[in-house]
T-cell receptor, first 115, second 113 residues
Framework: AQTVTQSQPEMSVQEAETVTLSCTYD???????LFWYKQPPSRQMILVIR??????QNATENRFSVNFQKAAKSFSLKISDSQLGDTAMYFC????????????FGGGTRLMVKP | SQTIHQWPATLVQPVGSPLSLECTVE??????LYWYRQAAGRGLQLLFY??????ISSEVPQNLSASRPQDRQFILSSKKLLLSDSGFYLC????????????FGDGTRLSIL
């Protein structure tokens, strides 16, 4: 079984600054996917970014990028030039390859962007 | 494009009353479907998932049940609600066999009085 751990329950950052959210996971699988989801106060779950474990290059989506360290089983999310609209809960999630799309979620990190 | 609809958006029910939450997906066929519950300020708990019509798997024992009467319809039900059933319920879908992530509906906020 897989486990996903987000060790920072809450974080805050000043608008326009950079923040990094941590995620570690435990698995015996070699092929898998990792995701970050964002849940703003509206409660909708939005996919932010995905990473395939077989790719060494870190995924990037505009101001969002990841630092994927496969050996360390670490998958952190960096948000650059933070905006007020980035205020949300962020969930890290793990998905095995070729096993449907069952996700294992971390407990979440609440991010507050301050003006 | 695919869309997922979930309703109602909010619901207030008395203890002991029945429940029916509905989720439908458009623009795809034979999706995997999921029901999650989220307590306030907490993570997601997977309640049920389905890989096809009439096929329901339950992750945790509880007061709720799920059904999939049609390919793109997923219903969460209860015969008698408990106070502990309060929470935010999210439906999600994922494409079968494509190593694709789940996509979520807007959720239902359920309050039990």
């Amino acid at each position: 079984a897989q486990t996903v751990t987000q060790s920072q329950p809450e974080m805050s950052v000043q608008e326009a600054e950079t923040v990094t959210l941590s995620c570690t996971y435990d698995t015996s699988e070699n092929n898998y996917y990792l995701f970050w989801y964002k849940q703003p106060p509206s409660r909708q779950m939005i996919l932010v970014i995905r990473q395939e474990a077989y790719k060494q290059q870190n995924a990037t989506e505009n101001r969002f990028s990841v630092n994927f360290q496969k050996a360390a089983k670490s998958f952190s999310l960096k948000i650059s030039d933070s905006q007020l609209g980035d205020t949300a809960m962020y969930f890290c999630a793990f998905m095995k390859r070729n096993a449907g799309n069952m996700l294992t979620f971390g407990g979440g990190t609440r991010l507050m962007v301050k003006p | 494009s695919q869309t997922i609809h979930q309703w109602p958006a909010t619901l207030v029910q008395p203890v002991g009353s029945p429940l029916s939450l509905e989720c439908t997906v458009e623009g795809t066929s034979n999706p995997n479907l999921y029901w999650y519950r989220q307590a306030a300020g907490r993570g997601l708990q997977l309640l049920f998932y389905s890989v096809g019509i009439g096929q329901i798997s339950s992750e945790v024992p509880q007061n709720l049940s799920a059904s999939r009467p049609q390919d793109r319809q997923f219903i969460l039900s209860s015969k008698k609600l408990l106070l502990s059933d309060s929470g935010f319920y999210l439906c999600a879908w994922g494409r079968q066999g494509g190593n694709q992530p789940q996509h979520f509906g807007d959720g239902t906020r359920l309050s039990i009085l």
